[in-house]
């Protein structure tokens, strides 16, 4: 049996034929895209059929590895996500969310788009049976934040699908200059950036993904450790953790980033959503009192089809 905590070098599909079956909560995958990325050792350009092969080897070995009600989790690029989702369907994982994450560092390109997004599929084994602490990731909605309304939901709502950290969610409110308003990409000058791997997670969506799928205690699998951010955000959480990766000295790096990580450590990267009261339309702050409810009440004035300006209560 396998080591928990710890990276161990292994390719993942027999990395992952070691592991007791259905012992594992949540999984994490961010595999190699096939767009011919640099990585050390592997080789990321694939014959497509090759390619769809493998990803069905090792996305059912995600399913053995798997708990009864545990999660997948998959990143993917438009290449091959549409090809990925279906194939995770056929294996027997039920899709739950198909969220977009949008960053900025987009990587630039010649003669199409920009690219500033990838698919993170979110699949559970079981279709009613599965982990989702919706208040451990809730955000102020803009009801409470923006209009002070005190209607709101006091603990706030769930994010949406597409992933940007919103002005809203921004303590402290928004200044247009600010170019960190989404969970960017580890960008290479980002404080956050481990510096070994180019692949590198935000912590912080990570750090969403592990509250919602997964308990303190429980055990996350990483089969693409890279720069292993999955397994430094679990070990902050206080999870237990695994991952594997073919690189020697990914993982050599990746146990160093490991043990200089404290159990209960904040998650790096933009803050987590907290109340906060950004400017409104005429660059004024909303004055919120200590339970984020606006302090007085201002009076909003109609207009009547008489054309009396009458305060509205
Ligand atoms: C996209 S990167 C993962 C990045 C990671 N999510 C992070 O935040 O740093 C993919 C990783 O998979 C590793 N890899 C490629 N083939 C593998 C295999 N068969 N088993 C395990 N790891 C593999 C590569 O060495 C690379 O580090």
Redesign the pocket.
């Known amino acids: 049996m396998l080591e928990t905590d710890q990276i161990h070098h292994l390719?993942?599909?027999s990395g992952m034929a070691q592991l007791e079956a259905q012992s594992v909560d949540l999984v994490f995958a961010?595999?190699?895209f096939n767009i011919g990325y640099q990585?050390d050792?592997?080789k990321d350009k694939l014959g497509r059929k090759k390619y769809l092969d493998w990803c069905r080897q090792w996305i059912a070995g995600v399913h053995r590895a798997l708990k009864p009600t545990g999660t997948f989790w998959l990143a993917i690029g438009d290449e091959y996500a549409a090809e990925l989702k279906l194939l995770s369907q056929e294996i027997g994982f039920f899709p739950r969310s198909w969220v977009i994450w949008y960053y900025t560092f987009g990587v630039n390109c010649k003669a199409k788009f920009t690219r500033s997004h990838a698919h993170l599929f979110y699949f559970t084994k079981d279709d009613d049976e599965f982990c989702f602490n919706s208040e451990t990731i809730r955000v102020p909605s803009a009801r409470q934040l923006v209009y002070g309304d005190t209607r709101a939901n006091p603990v706030g709502r769930l994010p949406d699908d597409t992933w940007i950290l919103r002005p809203q969610d921004l303590p402290g409110g928004f200044a247009a200059d600010e170019d960190t308003w989404y969970f960017p990409r580890v960008a290479g000058t980002f404080k956050e950036r481990a510096g070994f791997?180019g692949?590198?997670?935000p912590e912080q969506l990570l750090g969403r993904i592990i509250k919602a799928c997964s308990n303190p205690g429980e055990l996350v699998l990483d089969?693409?450790?890279?720069?292993a951010?999955?397994l430094v955000v679990a070990k902050k959480l206080d999870r237990r953790y695994l991952a594997?990766?073919?690189?020697e000295d990914?993982i050599t790096r990746g146990r160093e980033r490991l043990a200089a990580t404290q159990v209960g450590a904040p998650l790096t990267g933009a803050p987590e959503p907290t109340v906060s009261a950004p400017a409104t339309g005429k660059g004024r702050k909303l004055e919120l009192d200590e339970n984020g409810q606006k302090k007085t009440r201002r009076k909003i004035y109609v207009k009547r089809a008489d054309q009396k300006t009458l305060p509205m209560e």
């Open positions: 390719d993942c599909v961010d595999p190699p990585y050792v592997y791997h692949c590198q997670m089969p693409f450790s890279g720069s951010s999955t594997f990766d073919i690189s990914y």
